[in-house]
């Protein structure tokens, strides 16, 4: 009978030990204790954009700002609007699409020099993030930098170590639809 007991804690702990995670993957259990914290740096990366900075400016802005495409209001959700920032939901699929990571951050406009980022809500407690364009022949260099901390130490760590890779691919994969879809403005009559 002892072993009943036992087994029922083992599942119920397994149980919550799934939960927590799936819950700090999605982001809807978000880990913000404060306590043992560390940063690394995510970035830089840069790329070079065949067109004018407004434009790629636009081009970033426009979910925001702007009337969002059909394919971007399934990975944006403005919460709240202002005049130089927003609120809003990023929807990004992982594990395989089997998920949908979801976060909350401020977005703030400089036209046409800076788009900044602040996590409110998502996998790990802090992220900042910038996007800098610059007049560069023949057009536009991005560059994107950011932080992301985690807390708890080297647990965090490990965690950071884990979650910095696929945010930064979500990034560039971000970047590349930048530059099409502003290469392909700038070359409109």
Known sequence: MVWI??????????????AGYLGLVTGALPLDVGVGRRSRPLGPQAIDIAAPPE????VIAQPYQGRATRAMREKVLVLERGSDMVLAAHHTPVAGGRLTATTVETVRFTRPQRVDFRLVRG??????????????????RLVYEGELATDLWRAGQWWGDLVAPRWEATVAASLAKVRQEAERRATLP
């Open 55 to 58: 434009v790629v400016f636009d």
């Open 123 to 140: 996998p790990v407690p802090a992220v900042t993030e910038s996007f800098t364009l610059t007049e560069h022949d023949p057009g536009t």
């Open 5 to 18: 007991g036992a087994l029922a804690g083992a599942v119920v702990a397994g149980t919550g030990a799934a």
